[in-house]
């Protein structure tokens, strides 16, 4: 018997969503061109289970940052295109991003356990004010307060005018909390290891970075990261295979 198509609905069930969700698929581009009977209603192949499957590997996951996301989604559109060969290329670009993201995370958290050993304890060095100290570290004012006031830091004070000063030791610290910061980190994550490290804990913080405590709430990916990225990397390796499969049937 020749083969008539998937409606709507069977789509939807075959991969564990609303027949909506199929709809915005295909709306936002994600999957090719689907035909359409006579009377209107919409014809899908196994080709367009195969695309969405993608487009929930993409993205399923817990939010992993920008450049991987977009490189997800160029995976997505090359596939919608039925350009497999690109798709394919594509899918291990996207893989490398994923790498890059983790090789990232990993040399932050190498270079925050070489800090916590080798912390300055000086107290008799020149002090900054914030805003040298903002200069220094190529951040803005409002940065540096926002981490003192989410707990990052505490930061001594001149005892006569009140000014914040900032020493080797808070610049150093400051420093390590940038880096982490822009590896991905959430600001959870790196007060939670801060924490363990005022507690005379410095054993093991790159396990602190990914180990949400039993009584903290979990809000994004960034709060367990490298638990986040090494499921990216899972995913991205999906992905991979999936193109190919879907090679056989473009």
Known sequence: MPFRGLSTSKVARLTGIHPNTVRLYEQW????????????????????????????????????????????????????????????????????????????????????????E????????????????????????????????????????????????????????????RLLLKSGYSMMAVLRMLVQLERGEAGDLRAALDTPRPDEDVFSAADRWLTALAEAEQRARQVIDLVQEMSNLA
Do not use: C
């Open 29 to 116: 581009g994600y999957l090719s061109p689907v035909e359409r009977t006579a009377s209107g209603y919409r014809v899908y192949t196994p080709l367009h289970i195969q695309q969405v499957k993608l487009v929930r590997l993409v993205f399923g996951a817990a939010w992993a940052g920008r450049a991987i996301r977009q490189a997800g989604i160029a995976v997505v559109r090359a596939s919608a295109a039925q350009d497999m060969a690109a798709a394919l290329a594509l899918a291990e670009k996207h893989l490398q991003v994923v790498h890059r993201e983790q090789a990232q995370a990993e040399a932050a958290a190498e270079v925050l356990q070489r800090w916590a």
């Open 118 to 177: 080798n912390r300055p304890a000086s107290e008799n060095e020149a002090k900054l004010r914030i805003g040298e100290a903002a200069r220094l570290l190529d951040v803005s004012v409002d940065m540096l307060h926002n981490w003192e006031r989410n707990g990052l830091l505490a930061v001594p004070r001149h005892p006569r005018n009140g000014y914040r000063l900032y020493g080797e030791r808070e610049i150093s610290r400051l420093r390590v909390i």
